[in-house]
């Protein structure tokens, strides 16, 4: 007989996913409900007044793509850019040049900027590079998670506003771990997914629309290719009608409405304050261990930190060792920095004192067993950071 899988519990500190709460675990359990009953569709209305201030915006068009944070990417792409536009993508890593491949897959006119993988994109560089064309879009990623780098949103929304163009960004690793502010930065279009800083199951991605960015849509010339994604359609279901247009998994939106509960439970501020101080106190352990990071403070993520593999150690045989061994996920590096990179996640659940010292403890271990001496002790160091006691 074959038996009833039973995943090992696993600590989750790589980029993505998180660990999920128990909370969310229950929820997602929950007994199923048809994708039109009412009692669901209350849970959905509800959901969405949960996630607006988490995105930061009061947007309508604030809802759920079924799928992973690409198709949320993919969503906001296709219904906003039609063929021949001239659209704008700075690319510092492996997120931004997958936004520059599907803007492409919709038929823009990209005008891709590539800067340093492990520093942000420079605005000025990329309004050199259109040369004098009109973007009708610019899409910035705001937490680029292939190598932990915070791009400030505000001079690209600047440069979209001076074009009259739409200004979108992937929040895919931001929503609910640093505040994004959709309204106050001018964001006509944002995704997000549910396996990062909501510490959901993946499959579900929070999207968000300005009323600008829903009249582009509805005025295009011709209808999106993607009859899956069609904002238009989405809606009808979304918003009042109810119109059936595909069937919505009830369980995950048991699971993200008690996602976004706890983040509110908590208080949007606590979680950015506990974020922040979890990930100082994980950077104090790195560099008292003696390992570098990638990015400078000023422009580094706290939920996502790219740590470098030190000379003469494996990268894959300590991340083997930490997940046969401890049971501890952290990821490696994606493009050039594979074999290179760490990155650790300290996303919402899972940014926790305890992950902190659990991992710094472990990746010594390893350390060790590799031959590289630690510098110092990076539990103590991170513990001091957390006030000792
Ligand atoms: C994870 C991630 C994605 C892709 O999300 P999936 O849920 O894996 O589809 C896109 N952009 C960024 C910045 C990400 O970190």
Redesign the pocket.
């Known amino acids: 007989m074959i038996q009833s899988f039973q995943p090992p519990a696993r600590t989750l500190l790589g980029?993505?996913p998180s660990d999920v709460a128990p909370s969310v675990s229950r929820a997602l359990a929950a007994p199923t409900l048809g994708h039109l009953d009412p009692k669901l569709l209350g849970c959905m209305d509800e959901l969405r007044g949960l996630l607006r201030p988490v995105f930061g915006t009061s947007h309508p068009a604030t809802f759920l793509v079924s799928?992973?944070?690409?198709?949320?990417?993919e969503a906001v792409l296709a219904n906003l850019i039609e063929p021949g536009e001239v659209v704008l993508v700075p690319v510092h890593?492996?997120?931004g040049a997958?936004?520059a491949e599907i803007a492409a897959r919709c038929g823009a006119d990209v005008v891709r900027v590539d800067g340093e993988w492990g520093r942000a994109s420079d605005p000025e560089r990329a309004r050199a590079a259109l040369g004098g064309r009109q973007p009708k879009l610019v899409a910035v990623?705001?937490?680029?998670?292939?190598t932990g780098v915070r791009q400030d949103l505000a001079p690209w929304s600047a440069l979209a506003r001076e074009h009259g163009a739409l200004f979108v960004t992937?929040?895919?690793?931001?929503l609910g771990c640093i505040p994004i502010g959709v309204d106050a930065h001018h964001i006509d279009g944002a995704?997000s997914?549910?396996?990062?800083g909501l510490s959901c199951a993946?499959g579900m991605?929070p999207v968000t629309f300005s009323p600008r960015a829903v009249e582009r849509m509805r005025a295009r010339s011709r209808k999106v290719q993607s009859f899956y994604l069609d904002l238009g359609l989405l809606l009808e279901y979304w918003d009042g009608a109810h119109v059936y247009h595909h069937t919505i998994s009830s369980n995950l939106i048991y699971g993200v409405h008690e996602a976004l509960r706890l983040i509110h439970e908590e208080g949007l501020e606590a979680r950015f304050a506990r974020t922040a101080l979890v990930s100082r106190a994980a950077c104090a352990g790195f560099e008292a261990l003696g390992l570098e990071l990638l990015v400078p403070a000023t422009e580094r993520l706290p939920q996502?930190l790219a740590v470098r593999v030190p000379e003469g150690v494996d990268d894959v045989r300590v991340r083997t060792r930490l997940l046969q061994q401890f049971d501890l996920e952290i990821g490696g590096g994606l493009g050039a920095l594979k074999g290179k990179l760490w990155r650790v996640g300290l996303m919402g659940h899972g940014a926790t004192r305890r992950n902190v010292l659990f991992l710094l403890a472990t990746l010594r271990t390893c350390l060790e067993g590799e031959g590289f001496r630690p510098k110092g002790d990076g539990a103590a160091a991170a513990d001091a950071v957390f006030g000792g006691r």
């Open positions: 980029p993505g799928g992973t944070g690409t198709a949320g990417m890593g492996y997120f997958r936004i990623v705001h937490a680029e998670t292939s992937d929040t895919v690793t931001s995704w997914c549910t396996q990062k993946s991605s996502l």
